[in-house]
């Protein structure tokens, strides 16, 4: 059982830079919850204090119903993988994996097995006799998930541990890592900047910007139902479409203006947010690349003019310019256009999202 | 392409001459010491560089005649004092220098700055102090004297294997705390074993400077014969009523003396590779 609960928790710095606002969350038991944000967003902060190498300023934090705050980081029943790997460079693999099992006073012969059956199953077997120095980058984070995996921790804490490794190594790592929480059945916490890995892995995403959570929950319901327009922007890839547009109509029938063109907005959006509400305002329309088309009616679309093409292979991203808003389009297969050119863009508006102008809330 | 080349070559038999030079210019002293340690005929001052005969009675004369300077006693107290001292200095030096790497307290900073100012004071300006601090303990004149002052101050010269232990990356330690390993099994396990290039140097720093002093070991032995360094016992050779006598000896003294360095230095070059982070972290 290896439920964390963190309670308003707090980091203020010696400095008093405070890293981390008021974090509470509860991770459940067997979840992967990953926590994303731009770099000093205080995810990798957030981290290190449930590792305890931070001191918690205030606020609590339990994993599974003992309090942490002042336990340290040995008595916490968790194991930590590093970006840059940490591993003892002065020992083979072997002894990198027994260390901790040595700490803890474990017989020679059990510690063995540990490391054998450990090293097994991440195919490392053949490395055991290795220094780090002869390893390669992916090796070294296979021995470094082993290093964590033999202790048998009920937290795996894992800050940025694909940030090193090319390409190509990070795709297979993601997958092996999300096969790995599978196997192993314990509480996953994983910190990284990047949105890819964040959606493919996580069963639950904390978005962080500044010290602030600005949404937890599940890939998809983050990617549909961003809370403000931070989330939106920051989860998807290309990002989202922020234009300015002015809210027209009544109750019943509400329809926004961008540039000089009117669309409708769709019932049931009307009916599940407050958009009503801002009749006569400025509010933030946004809608996702693959959400805006090219048309050739020019009836219900706007002008646009082409400032590049992007070429994906299977698709093409079209930066285009609607007014003073950078609007990007994603086009399902090539699409050449030219600086300048102009074309028609419209929208699919049952994937409409309106925030506020004021907050960037989502209204 | 060819033009490039000629251009480096020409600058590279430059350099090899001009390091040539210099070289010369720093081995001939050594080569004369060591010319005179052999040299039969006595006398401070000869008017020729190589000596006209040749002889080992220097040598044998300064490790068995010990009628006037016991120079193998001389040599055994200098190599206890250095012995010692080495290893106090280097257990002082590596653990202030490791505290004030990784551990953070309120007066580390100016701790820091104390130290930086102190060490800009020459040693020898605490000198009279010194001797009266001994005196009150009443071990003025004795070897215990010297490792103390040569042990004591030591930690004070923590910039550099600080600036070593800068380099070791901080998140080794904090994989190995979450490992379970306490502070002090995390510097004799972890740390100290990837830094062995800064404790051959810090062991050698620590050992030479005990073997070459002579301004303390002055003030602090006085007369007591007994208890001379090398470096004042060959000195005492250079007073106008022995040098003719022992000047070839005092010659053949300074060879021996620098024997063990050359061994400690040549015996530990290996170490002074870059040390064994390799690996570790990325980078």
């Known amino acids: 059982m290896a439920e964390i609960i963190l309670k308003n928790v707090k980091k203020i710095y010696d400095n008093s830079y405070t890293a981390v606002h008021d974090f509470s969350l509860k991770i459940r038991d067997r979840e992967f919850v ?35 705050n002042e336990l340290p980081p040995k008595d916490r029943d968790i194991a930590m993988v590093f970006q840059n790997y940490a591993l003892y460079p002065h020992m083979t693999v072997y002894k990198n994996m027994a260390f901790a099992l040595e700490m803890r006073k474990m017989p020679k012969e059990e510690i063995h097995k540990k490391i054998m059956e450990t090293a097994k199953s991440l195919d490392i077997v053949s490395l055991l006799e290795r220094k780090p120095k002869a390893l390669s980058g992916g090796q070294r984070q296979r021995v470094a998930l082993g290093r964590a995996m033999v202790r048998n921790p009920s937290v795996f804490l894992l800050d940025e541990p694909l940030s090193n490794l090319d390409a190509k190594l990070r795709t297979q790592m993601r997958a092996e890592i999300k096969e790995l929480h599978r196997k192993l059945k314990t509480t996953f916490v994983y910190v990284t900047h990047d949105q890819t890995e964040a959606m493919t892995m996580g069963d639950r995403i904390v ?20 809370a403000n327009t931070f989330v939106a922007g920051f989860i998807g890839s290309p990002q989202m479409n922020f234009i300015d547009c002015k809210v027209l109509g009544d109750k019943e029938k509400v329809r926004i203006k961008i540039a000089d063109t009117i669309f409708d ?80 863009v419209t929208f699919d508006m049952n994937k409409a999202l309106f925030f506020s102008k004021e907050n960037g809330f989502r209204i | 392409m060819r033009k490039m080349s000629t251009v480096r070559k020409t600058t590279n038999i430059f350099v090899y001459v ?26 401070s001052f000869t008017p020729y560089f190589l000596p006209q005969g040749y002889t080992l009675k220097n040598y044998i004369n300064l490790l068995t005649d010990n009628s006037t300077f016991d120079f193998p006693r001389w040599f055994m107290n200098t190599l206890f004092v250095s012995v010692v001292t080495c290893i106090i200095s280097t257990f002082f030096v590596l653990s202030v220098s ?16 104390i130290a930086l100012i102190l060490g800009m004071f020459p040693g020898f300006m605490s000198m009279i102090a010194v001797y009266y601090v001994l005196k009150s303990f009443g071990i003025e004149q004795s070897l215990l004297a010297l490792i103390l002052v040569y042990s004591a101050g030591t930690g004070l010269g923590f910039y550099v294997a600080k600036g070593f232990f800068d380099t070791v990356p901080r998140a080794l330690d904090e994989a190995a705390m979450i490992d379970g390993a306490s502070r002090g099994t995390i510097f004799w396990k972890i740390t100290l074993p990837m830094s062995k290039p800064i404790i051959i140097y810090t062991l050698l720093t620590s050992f030479t400077a005990p073997w070459i002093d002579y301004i303390f070991a002055s003030v602090i032995m006085g007369d007591n014969y007994e208890n001379y360094t090398v470096a004042l016992g060959l000195f005492k050779m250079l007073e106008k009523e022995f040098i003719h006598n022992y000047y070839t000896q005092f010659a053949a003294g300074a060879v021996i003396v620098s024997i063990p ?23």
């Open chain 2, 18 to 43: 001009f390091l040539s030079v210099l070289a010369l210019i720093w081995v001939l002293p050594i080569l004369w010491v060591i010319l005179t340690s052999f040299r039969e005929e006595s006398g």
């Open chain 2, 98 to 113: 490791y505290t004030m790497s990784r551990l953070r307290f309120r007066l580390r900073k100016p701790l820091m700055n």
């Open chain 1, 34 to 68: 990953i926590l994303v944000g731009p770099s000093g967003c205080g995810k990798s902060t957030t981290l290190r204090m449930i590792a305890g190498l931070e001191e918690i300023s205030s606020g609590e934090m339990y994993i599974g119903d003992k309090l942490m």
């Open chain 1, 265 to 344: 907005v769709p019932s049931a959006i009307i009916k599940s947010g407050h958009i009503a509400d801002h009749i006569g305002k400025t509010v933030i329309f946004g809608i996702r690349p693959e959400n805006t088309f090219l048309t050739g009616n020019k009836v219900n679309s706007i002008f646009a003019n082409i400032e590049i093409c992007e070429l994906m292979g299977d698709s093409s991203y079209i930066h285009m310019k609607i007014g003073k808003d950078n609007v990007i389009s994603k086009y399902p297969s090539l699409f050449n256009g030219k600086k300048g050119d102009t074309v028609n």
């Open chain 1, 207 to 226: 978005v962080m910007k500044d010290g602030y959570i600005h949404q937890a929950d599940t890939p998809q319901e983050l990617y549909n139902n961003p």
């Open chain 2, 261 to 283: 360095i050359a061994i400690l230095f040549i015996s530990t070059q290996k170490f002074y590779v870059g040390g064994v982070t390799g690996g570790s972290v990325k980078g």
